[in-house]
């Protein structure tokens, strides 16, 4: 079974989104998800529960005091006579509805009264291990976590979960330092696994600052940071794919004028109604779905 995290140091990098529009692309080639083999997904980002809201089910999910969530996974651990209570989502990414099945997040269930965040328990990360064995044991096709950011607990705990990081991050300095320092911290404390290094919301216009060209003057800065402070690294394995191919002067998912307005599933929506960075977002997506196949497999 494929296992992967869409990770971001920084909240705002568009992760949860990215997650969405590549889940489609695994339903491409020879090996695919189907109901007999469904895509789990996990929103474990339960502050902004970003990825229950992109699959139409945060309405739902609020109103239902019962409704199945991940805080009853980390809290109680699961079964698999359980995975019953997991929604279909499949119809979202034009699918099957039981293809794709949402383990959802419900805001807010670990804020304290003074709003400060609550730990999970001290069971959740052997109940999250279960749940992810669980599903490999009996013919999860891949299963996909949306992390919180940063140092967070449940970040921490979908990281050792999984066999590829999909690192999402804007093409600044704050997000490249950060990230940079985040991996430098978990290199000392985790087993190898793949990265994938995904900027996002890359403009397509050339601006020149200082005497420099942008936006390739951040795709040399990313690289280049990258490689002199990993480049003998033994447990972070990095890609650099999404970086390194381009279309015109972007790199990486460019910034989707669509998206400033109203996020969406870029391959459900008409083909003749795309603009060139929709296509050329789609092309970095489809790239994330074939590594995610390759790279999340132990």
């Known amino acids: 079974m494929k296992k992967a995290v869409f990770f971001s140091y920084k909240g705002g990098s568009g992760r949860s989104s ?8 695994l ?7 189907s109901k007999e ?9 339960l502050d902004s529960t970003g990825l229950t809201i992109l699959c139409g089910k945060s309405k739902e999910v609020e109103s239902n005091p019962n409704a199945f969530t991940v805080s009853d996974v980390l809290e109680e651990g699961f079964s698999y006579d359980q995975q019953g209570l997991l929604m279909p989502v499949g119809k979202v990414f034009g699918q099957e509805p039981e293809s794709v099945l949402l383990l959802p997040a419900r805001p807010g269930d670990y804020k304290g009264r003074d709003n400060s965040s609550k730990s999970v328990g001290a069971n959740a990360a052997s109940h999250l291990k279960s749940f992810t064995k669980i599903w490999e044991k009996y013919g ?9 950011s940063g140092d967070q607990e449940t970040a921490t705990q979908s990281v050792l979960n999984s066999n590829l990081i999909v690192c999402c991050m804007r093409p600044t300095t704050q997000f490249l330092e950060g990230t940079v320092s985040y991996f430098k911290r978990l290199s000392s404390q985790c087993p190898s696994i793949n990265v994938l290094i995904v900027p996002t919301a890359v403009p397509q216009q050339e601006y020149v600052l200082d005497g420099r060209t942008y936006p390739q003057q951040a795709k040399a800065t990313i690289l ?12 972070l394995y990095f890609d650099y794919g999404a970086i390194r191919r381009s279309s015109g002067v972007s790199f990486g998912v460019p910034l989707v004028r669509r998206f400033q307005w109203e996020e969406c599933i870029l391959k459900a929506t008409q083909s003749d109604s ?20 390759d790279l999340g497999e132990e």
């Open 140 to 148: 999860g096709y891949a299963i996909i976590f949306d992390s919180s």
């Open 274 to 293: 795309k603009n060139q960075d929709e296509i050329d977002a789609m092309g970095t997506y489809r790239y994330i779905a074939e590594k995610i196949k």
């Open 37 to 45: 083999h469904p895509v789990i997904l996990v929103d474990m980002d």
């Open 224 to 235: 280049n940071r990258f490689q002199a402070e990993f480049e003998d690294d033994e447990s």
């Open 27 to 33: 339903f491409e080639g020879e090996s695919k998800p």
């Open 18 to 25: 990215t997650l969405a529009n590549v889940v489609p692309f």
